[in-house]
């Protein structure tokens, strides 16, 4: 898929995920691999180590790779986060928290260099369902786009569980939809719809793939994403 991958894409492919209102355990090391492909742009790799400061308190980096369509690799930045959430055994079924992320990108494939987003996170997960939004805002601390303010960005999944939680299966929803100050028309705005499945067949090892469509004519046609997680503790 690296050496397929087609030309840029409009938008941050570099991480497409909803986050659940869990964190890493106390002294727990957790390491996300990231890879994402489009129709009609590059190949985006992340790496994201992430450590858990106490078991509600997470820190985390991100460290971008992007394969051209000429066939070129290229350095795509880097990222640190700070997630907070509420913590474990709180609400039997509810979760809330807050993520912070800093960013500095090259202008390749960021307008503004450097940036950041705000990640409010709201989830409700029982034996059968995982249902979690992300009301996201992504934010740039450089010209031209910082003088435009935050930008709006909501995410959402909800998803079923089988086999004992083991797999679970649903939807994953992303949008771009302008900024505070100017939010674009519905034609301009970008929806992305994934069919995902989540595979935690084994108490180290998490998967997730999924298959995405725009339901725009500004979004991206087609996205396949893969994230792999590795948890080094309890």
Known sequence: MLLAAPAALAGDTFEI?????????RGDV???THFNVAKGGEAHLTFEPSYG?????ELGAYLQFARLSDGSNRYAGAKLRSKL????????????GFNVEIAVVPEEFSASRYGGELRP????????????????????FARPEAPLGPSVDPGAMAKVKMF????MVGVEYYSELGTFSAIHALRDQGHQLFGAADIAALPWLELNVAVGAGLTSASTPWIVKAIAGISFGK
Not at 53 to 57: K, L, R, V, Y
Not at 164 to 167: I, P
């Open 85 to 96: 959430v509420t913590p474990p055994g709180w609400h039997p079924h509810l979760r809330f």
């Open 30 to 32: 957790g390491l996300e």
């Open 17 to 25: 995920q909803i986050y659940d209102g869990t964190a890493n355990g």
């Open 164 to 167: 004992s939680g083991k797999l």
């Open 121 to 140: 996170i709201a989830a409700w997960e029982d034996d059968r369902v995982l249902i979690a939004i992300n009301p996201n805002v992504g934010l740039a």
């Open 53 to 57: 400061i106490t078991d509600f308190w």
